[in-house]
């Protein structure tokens, strides 16, 4: 967990209570009594300068903060543009790809186009881990960008299918090192008071990018022209300045930048406040000189105890349900739309902004419920939900979507993939960066989140590489495959022209 998370009590076990608090006896009658999970951090808050939002220095903090949120921006860009892009009849056009019929591509091409990225992403985590302990959360960010910005720029131009593999699978690599740094940086940044709020509302700018993109799809499709893609992808062109993190200052002996960079944000500028001594004393013994985080083929502490394994299982858990509660249709949504009966091509961009306006609505109320409704309660009821919101657009896309026989049905079909967005991203978006970054320790962060991207990436792959098959096969369904094994069919022998021929029965 953080730093400062009731599973980790900075309490040396030599100390006794009695000795570091008064016992009942000492306390008044009239004492107000309230229920806290660490007492040090909550001494330390109630004892020292209180953070304002408004502050300047808050401000600024806020604002450094917001150029590390450009991570998720980047990773928002993508889903969502390749989901708009891939509606286009253009798009489809100017690269042979099947899938007009079905209001958007699918086939084995669509497949590898969208599983690239993700193989991009699993050679990517290879050297984030490395390259963030390495050159600081700073430079694994920045390295990330410039390699984001030349696949952008190779997609952006691309004349042929394999220019889009070339600059898709350069992108996921890029993403993988931004999105292993950039969460830990946030993390690492945020006042402890705010952590919750602030690293969920990182993982919730991924609809930035989202809205930026479908909403200029929504625009561009009315171009006749390749400038009607090529547009929403250029847009993924983002730079980004990036600043360095306190315990990566500790862990490399850059102990008083690390301790200046405490009291500027943590402590109102005293160095003396009672949270930034807390901190500071928790840094020095958490952060290791020796630790695994120095050698950059070290994986081990992510294993080597029962507490690590449950961690790294968490973490796990996290990466794999975040991409198979449904999360992987985003890339599908138009060709969704279009299994439900919408026939348009513009409306089916059209209600893919709306539901990314939806989608980030339900994020921001997750953001500000992180630490009231508590990080658990919200992943388990969110997972319910959104299995239920599944079930019921999957039973009216088959019953009605197709034949247009019911309208109303088709567009139950419709408010229901809304909803699904809105619930999910109320409980997994804000979940996906805080959690796994909050359940690993600073000696682990680094390589963790890169094992965290390795998962998410291979279950990403998954969705992105079968789904595009799946609907041009399938539709809304897969057959049973055992049932499909022991099938067989009445065939009728027929002797032509000396000949033998087998004829299926009716």
């Given at each position: ?24 006896v000492d306390i008044p009658q009239n004492a107000k009594f309230i229920e806290v999970a660490n007492v040090d951090l909550a001494a330390a808050l109630a ?72 193989i991009g992403s699993i050679a990517g985590v290879l050297v984030a881990g490395p390259v963030t302990d390495r050159f600081g959360r700073r430079g694994g ?347 067989k069919y009445k065939v009728a022998v027929v002797e032509k022209g000396g000949a033998t021929e087998l004829v299926i029965a009716e």
């Amino acid at each position: 967990m953080s730093t400062h998370s009731p599973e980790k009590s900075s309490q040396p076990d030599h100390v006794s209570d009695s000795e570091k608090f008064p016992s009942p006896v000492d306390i008044p009658q009239n004492a107000k009594f309230i229920e806290v999970a660490n007492v040090d951090l909550a001494a330390a808050l109630a004892n020292g300068p209180q953070l304002k939002a408004t502050s300047a220095r808050s401000i600024q903090l806020f604002l450094i903060l917001l150029v590390a949120f450009m991570g998720s921006l980047s990773n928002g860009f993508d889903g969502s543009v390749m989901s708009a892009v891939n509606g286009m009849s253009q798009y489809l056009d100017y690269f042979g790809i099947d899938g007009q019929d079905a209001g958007g591509g699918v086939g084995t091409t669509t497949a590898i186009i969208f599983g690239i990225y993700s193989i991009g992403s699993i050679a990517g985590v290879l050297v984030a881990g490395p390259v963030t302990d390495r050159f600081g959360r700073r430079g694994g960010m920045a390295l990330g960008s410039l390699i984001i910005i030349i696949g952008a720029v190779v997609i952006t131009v691309a004349r042929n299918v394999h220019y889009l593999l070339g600059g898709r699978f350069t992108l996921g690599f890029g993403v993988a090192i931004s999105t292993t740094a950039a969460p830990a940086y946030v993390v690492e940044m945020s006042p402890p008071q705010w952590r919750g709020r602030l690293t969920g509302l990182y993982n919730t700018f991924y609809y930035s990018g989202s809205i930026l993109c479908t909403g200029l799809t929504v625009a561009t499709n009315r171009i006749n022209s390749t400038a009607s893609w090529r547009a929403p992808l250029a847009i993924q062109i983002i730079p980004a300045s990036i600043l360095l993190s306190p315990r990566w200052l500790i862990a490399v002996g850059r102990k008083e930048e690390a301790r200046k960079v405490l009291a500027k944000y943590h402590g109102n500028g005293n160095p003396d406040a009672p949270l930034v001594l807390l901190e500071w004393k928790e840094f020095e013994e958490g952060v290791k000189l020796d630790a695994s985080d120095k050698r950059w083929w070290d994986y081990s502490e992510l294993f080597n105890t029962r507490n690590a394994r449950y961690r790294t299982s968490m973490m796990l858990l996290m990466g794999f349900f975040g991409q198979w509660s449904g999360n992987g249709l985003g890339y599908f949504l138009p060709i969704l739309f279009g299994a439900a009966g919408v026939d348009s091509q513009n409306q089916r961009l059209t209600l893919n902004f709306a539901n990314t306006i939806i989608s980030a609505t339900g994020a921001l109320i997750g953001t500000s419920l992180t630490d009231k409704v508590g990080r658990r309660t919200m992943w388990f009821w969110g997972t319910l939900a959104s299995s239920g919101m599944l079930a019921v657009v999957t039973g009216c896309t088959a019953k009605w979507g197709s034949s247009n026989a019911n309208p109303q049905g088709a567009n139950a079909a419709i408010a229901f993939i809304f909803l699904f967005g809105f619930v999910y991203s109320l409980a997994y978006t804000p979940l996906q960066a805080l959690y796994p970054a909050e359940c690993l320790d600073y000696n682990t962060r680094a390589k963790g989140m890169a094992f965290y991207a390795f998962a998410v990436s291979c279950a990403s792959f998954v969705n992105t590489y079968a789904g595009p098959i799946a609907l041009k096969n399938i539709t809304w369904r897969a057959p049973n495959p055992v049932k499909a094994s022991i099938t067989k069919y009445k065939v009728a022998v027929v002797e032509k022209g000396g000949a033998t021929e087998l004829v299926i029965a009716e």
